[in-house]
């Protein structure tokens, strides 16, 4: 196994758990590199001598508790905060996510007196400066590639151990609580394994006011109402989605409208979560698309595009003899009924014709 | 002020004076066409442009309209008769209907 057929893996849309240690491989920092998360020399831990557990982590420092509360992103589409028991318990190797890539997210770091240092000797310290430290150190990171598969870094294997899942954390000057490791690890790796935060486009439908059928076309500055469903997917079942901030653009090259999407009210029978809109398309005709883009922290990414023509009126399809232009006709009018008058006078008005046969010759 | 007056007077005199009888008409027709034109261009500052083709339907019946009087005063003037040596005032006439024909067709096509 090497890196590279890991990577395709995911590109054909594969979900992976990496968990590294100190003692962590070339092939894995290798593959690991391609998701620009960047584990830290062999042999290296992350210590801390303030937060440590004093059970676990007594002699070395290297058992590091850390508080969900500030040091967990809040995405709770991923692990919920609401729902650990206390901190959790890391002992392992530091990482470095690039803050540019925007798919990667660490999803829990150190506290701010860690640092990443060599696991044998640790009386060195006070020459050189660590590599990373506080803050920069991640210890669990999660990304999901376009194609929405999903990858999830953790710098511990010991997390994910029962002696850590039983454990009770004492950090110096807490209360003893409950480790939160379990509950962390498996909401983690649900949603590694697209067993939850997965979102499904059901149906998509668009129609004219006042109709029901999809059209064929429509024509500039139609009435129309755009509806799509989505259902999400946790627990082992499809539930409706629910979010106010769902839009739709409809774009020809550029976006001409965009608008937020309502959702319709949920009730026990609702089976998908419906957000629909009602607009008037734009004085512009050409293929357009209806777009929905959604791509939210923790939630598989929606883009559902559907096309429709916009077609311009037909010669027929403009408004006639309007009244504000009712001058014009008279006008126009008075021109043919003036040149008639006209010319039968010229004609046979009686009129000095020597003039008008002065030329005849 | 006085000279003014004095020569607008005489070039008035000898306009009634001078001028034959069918010329005279195309000028009446030339007037009336003239305020018509003036009309819709004051409606078109006050309501706006919108129906944009009627205006230039209409406002463009006027102008043809006037221009081809012109054409046919210049043409059947006895006075210009050197300048058109080919161009009699019966073919002079008949060119003035043929062409508000033609106007008032595409006229009446872009009216909407």
Redesign the interface.
Known sequence: MDAKSVVKFVAEGGNILIAGSSELGNTVRELSREFDVEYDTKNTAVFDHFNYDQALGKEKHDTIAVSPASHMSKIDAIVPLDQLPGPILFRGIAHSVNPRNSLLTPILWAPQEAYSWETANQEDTANQNPSITGKDIALVSVMQARNNGRIAFLGSTEMLSDVFFAASVKKHGDQEAKSGNRKFIEELTKWTFQEKGVLDVVAVEHHKVGEEEIPAHYRIKDNMTYTISLAEYHDGEWHPFAANDVQLELIMLDPYIRKTLDQVPLDAESTVGTFTTTLQLPDQYGVFKFTVNYKRHGLSYVESVTTVGIHPFRHDQ?P?F?S??K???T??A???V??LI??F???W?G??SS??????A | MEEIKSASSSLLASYFKDTPKSLKLIDSYMVYVLLTGLIQFVYVVIAGTFPNNAFLAGFISTISAFVLAANLRMQTNPKNASQFPTTSPERAFADFLACNLVVHFAVANFLG
């Open positions: 403009y006639r309007i504000q232009a001058p014009y006709y006008s126009a008075s021109m043919g003036g040149l006209f010319s006078v010229y004609l008005g009129l000095d003039v008008k046969t002065t030329k005849k």
